[in-house]
């Protein structure tokens, strides 16, 4: 395993996909993002896998297919759940940097809007879904980025220069093109 892995953490909506792709670019590093690779596994969508097999079924799969992938070298967005499994986080964190893109809930709802379906429990409201998570993103965050009304590329720079200060300013990896 290397070092040089980012990967992203957060609500749905915070923006994991779009700004792992954006650090993709910049760091010229692959991108991949850990939803598409149970749904290739799957073969359904994720929803419809929930729906049918129920949430448990659905994290324990989860873990199951990303505990065995090898993320080095790479920018990954993960599915919200996956900090329900502590296996995934640690295997994830031996890879490289968790950056957790936090997100208030009034502006996690507002990004969502109703039509987005979640692995959550039938009877937990949205509200209930982002404060069970809150405190995991927390736990496992090596780095903490407010997304709270930003665009992908004040957000890609504020990791970018994090990053390079987490690495004391040396030349390498994060010092981006």
Do not use: W
């Not at 395993?1 to 700004?19: A, E, H, Q």
């Not at 792709?21 to 991949?32: G, P, Q, V, Y």
């Not at 149970?38 to 297919?65: N, S, W």
């Not at 965050?141 to 040396?170: F, M, P, Y």
């Amino acid at each position: 395993m290397d070092n040089n892995t980012l990967v992203l953490i957060g609500m749905p909506g915070s923006g994991k996909t779009t700004t792992a792709r954006a650090l993709s670019l910049k760091f010229d590093m692959e991108f991949i993002d850990t939803d598409a690779l149970l749904v290739d596994e799957c073969r359904m969508p994720l929803g419809e896998y929930v729906k049918e097999y129920g949430r448990e079924a659905f994290l324990d799969f989860q873990e199951k297919v990303i505990t065995s992938f090898d993320f080095s070298g790479y920018v990954v967005a993960t599915g919200g759940s996956v900090v329900y499994s502590e296996k995934i986080m640690k295997h994830l964190a031996g890879y490289g940097t968790i950056i957790y893109l936090q997100l208030d809930f009034e502006e996690m709802e507002k990004r969502l809007g109703s039509s987005r379906k979640l692995a959550r429990n039938k009877d937990q409201s949205l509200e209930d879904m982002y404060f069970e998570r809150k405190p995991l993103y927390e736990k496992y965050a090596q780095l903490t980025i407010d997304c709270n009304g930003r665009d992908t590329g004040s957000i890609v720079e504020e990791i970018s220069a994090k990053l390079s200060e987490k690495a004391g300013g040396k030349e390498g990896i994060y010092a981006g093109k």
